[in-house]
């Protein structure tokens, strides 16, 4: 398992930025860049769902929810994945999760909150 540490979040009124963070700090920068990395949220009462997922070739892809107004990147000198959420929604609220996967593991952050008020 990979030790993931996210940052950002918050409260935000609709139509609001945020951006969330997630850090590798264990990992060298070689092996974080082989991973695929993702975004998740769950909402109370609601299943885990995926936002976003940028692939090794940095192909990124995206929830149609979130299409237009998210956009996930990875900074590998860093060891870092981060989402910038823009034109926030109250249905965006949620706790916020990164993911870090290959073959061999598939690890999660302790996740951060995002609320979105109307």
């Known amino acids: 398992q990979v030790t993931l540490v996210e940052s950002g979040g918050g409260s935000v009124q609709a139509g609001g930025t945020l951006k969330v963070s997630c850090k590798a700090p264990r990992l060298i920068t070689s092996t974080f860049r082989m991973y695929e990395k993702a975004w998740y949220r769950q909402a109370p009462g609601k299943q885990r769902e995926l936002v976003a997922a940028?692939?090794?070739?940095?192909?990124?892809r995206y929830a149609d929810f979130v299409k237009g107004r998210f956009s996930i990147s990875r900074d590998n000198s860093r060891k870092t994945v981060s989402l910038q959420m823009n034109g926030l929604k109250p249905e965006d609220t949620a706790v916020y999760y990164c993911?870090?996967?290959?073959?061999?593991?598939?690890?999660w952050g302790q996740g951060t909150q995002v609320t979105v008020s109307s």
């Open positions: 940028i692939s090794r070739d940095d192909e990124a």
């Open positions: 993911n870090l996967r290959n073959q061999d593991s598939d690890s």
